[in-house]
T-cell receptor, first 116, second 113 residues
Framework: GAVVSQHPSWVICKSGTSVKIECRSL??????MFWYRQFPKQSLMLMAT?????????EQGVEKDKFLINHASLTLSTLTVTSAHPEDSSFYIC????????????FGPGTRLTVL | AQSVTQLDSQVPVFEEAPVELRCNYS??????LFWYVQYPNQGLQLLLK??????LVKGINGFEAEFNKSQTSFHLRKPSVHISDTAEYFC???????????FGAGTRLFVKA
């Protein structure tokens, strides 16, 4: 149990376009999901915390209008990178916490975004 | 606030040898501690976690870690590694009952034949 999926696994887009990444908890309900960004050979940087039915909480330095997060249900959160630029190219990883298990995050497989 | 330091960026080791990946943390409150493994172009997989109780924690794939409060450490060990253990390993900490998890910079374990 505790499987998290992400879609797409990789995406290439042109500069100026928007890209949506989905994060789904497949076999559990997640009141909280997290979005991370990972640069090559570096650690995970928390971008925002997404709570079902409410606005996301963004970390300092993360542009809210640039990275739109929607947590529409207990099993789905989406990250939209708006007007993407080459510097937004990165590996984006989501994680989810089960409702009854608040100490552990379960991670998705990640999405590789390349902006040309 | 919590912080975590992984003391080694890379650890090369021969197959079937033992390995220890070091992790130190700092916190003014009680903590939860985690080790995750990441294979190339994949997400993170939980190896083990310490929440409370026994300081020796056993995880998947033969890994174990020991919580040492006095030394604020949570080192990861495996008595005999395999080629397939080659991956990036992340130590992470969160305040007990807290919301955010802070990740270390990662340690690249490279197992050689």
């Amino acid at each position: 149990g505790a499987v998290v999926s992400q879609h797409p696994s990789w995406v290439i887009c042109k500069s100026g376009t928007s890209v949506k990444i989905e994060c789904r908890s497949l076999d559990f309900q997640a009141t909280t999901m997290f979005w991370y960004r990972q640069f090559p050979k570096q650690s995970l940087m928390l971008m925002a915390t997404s709570n079902e039915g409410s606005k996301a909480t963004y970390e300092q330095g993360v542009e809210k209008d640039k990275f739109l997060i929607n947590h529409a249900s207990l099993t789905l959160s989406t990250l939209t990178v708006t007007s993407a630029h080459p510097e937004d190219s990165s590996f984006y990883i989501c994680s989810a916490r089960r409702v009854a298990e608040t100490d552990t995050q379960y991670f998705g497989p990640g999405t590789r975004l390349t902006v040309l | 606030a919590q912080s975590v330091t992984q003391l080694d960026s890379q650890v090369p080791v021969f197959e079937e040898a033992p390995v220890e990946l070091r992790c130190n943390y700092s916190s003014s409150v009680s903590v939860y501690l985690f080790w995750y493994v990441q294979y190339p172009n994949q997400g993170l997989q939980l190896l083990l976690k310490y929440l409370s109780g026994s300081t020796l924690v056993k995880g998947i794939n033969g890994f174990e870690a020991e919580f040492n409060k006095s030394q604020t450490s949570f080192h990861l060990r495996k008595p005999s590694v395999h080629i397939s253990d080659t991956a990036e390993y992340f130590c992470a900490v969160s305040a007990a009952g807290g919301f955010k998890t802070i990740f270390g910079a990662g340690t690249r374990l490279f197992v050689k034949a």
